[in-house]
């Protein structure tokens, strides 16, 4: 596999990994796979070390091998959509994304795999971004790092919304949430606001309202970690079976989050692509019976 960028102006002075990883969208498993089993090349000079400053108009090709030592895994997936470049999956709870030192195998990468091995498919796996554990819904995966990088720059190509069920009912029936987000101290899986965190906003809408709890729609502008579950635990509405926020778990046993929809323009074909996946039963139950 090989891509290639241009340095643009407002990225010169910057060293080579801070622009491979930020400007051109390469996952951190990614820059290390080039790092130790690739190459990147600097205006036709292969190098190594990271450090290395580029500079406007600058090339950087990066070149690596889509060969994978990911275990496949014989599991059922709901593909939606799938075409030479990307697949649309809607994800069940209980499943990872990434395999872990772990859980090696029943991941959705390990899934994938074994949907790609049952059908002689040679291609990548790609996520352009993640979603928790227990978050179900639709995911958007590409078969090649060009494709993953196409999707994922400058972070707003794909537009996000969730479904979620959170304590409480609201005064403001929309609204934005701009509050920074960084690791909690001492926690290695926990997040929280903090003034020294990354950006982060989500807009929700209210969708219907029970006496203790409130369904929303909410949208994703950056795609912190847990950015929906932080956010609506500090505004005081944790997301129902989230015990990791403070959520309530006597009813429901996941947190109550669904990537609903996702529209983007196709990068290969410019077509405008929408898809939507309705509320899984666990959480309309739920709702319905509060």
């Known amino acids: 596999m090989k891509a290639e960028w241009k340095v ?69 997936l709901k593909i939606i959509y799938e075409d030479n470049t990307l697949l649309i999956i809607d994800k069940d709870a209980d499943m990872i994304i990434h395999p872990t030192s772990k859980t090696e195998t029943n991941t959705l990468v390990n899934a994938i795999s074994g949907y790609y091995k049952k059908n002689n498919q040679m291609s990548g796996i790609h996520p352009i971004y993640r979603l928790d554990r227990n ?77 203790s709890c409130t369904l929303l729609k909410l949208r994703l502008y950056t795609g912190r970690t847990h950015q929906i579950r932080v956010h609506m635990s ?16 006597s009813k429901l046993k996941r947190q109550a989050l669904h990537s609903h929809h996702i529209s983007f323009i196709h990068p290969d074909t410019g077509e405008c692509m929408e898809f939507k996946s309705p509320m899984p039963y666990d959480m309309y139950e739920f709702f319905e019976n509060e």
């Open 8 to 76: 643009p102006e407002k990225w010169d002075g910057c060293s080579i990994k801070k622009f491979i990883k930020g400007y051109c969208g390469l996952s951190t498993n990614l820059w290390k796979k080039i790092k130790w089993n690739g190459s990147v090349i600097l205006n036709g000079v292969q190098i190594y070390n990271a450090n290395i400053v580029v500079h406007v108009n600058d090339k950087v090709v990066c070149e690596w091998s889509e060969e994978t030592d990911i275990i496949p895994s014989c599991i059922p």
């Open 135 to 211: 978050t179900t819904g639709l995911i958007v995966v590409a078969k090649s790092a060009k494709l993953q990088y196409e999707l994922s720059k400058e972070h707003g190509t794909i537009k996000r919304e969730y479904l979620a069920v959170v304590e409480g009912r609201f005064k403001n029936k929309e609204g934005s949430i701009i509050y920074p987000i960084g690791r909690k101290e001492g926690s290695i899986i926990e997040w929280k606001v903090r003034d020294d965190g990354k950006e982060a906003r989500t807009d929700y809408k209210v969708i219907e309202e029970k006496p």
């Open 234 to 249: 500090f505004l005081g509405h944790p997301l129902v079976g989230d015990d990791l926020y403070g959520g309530n778990c």
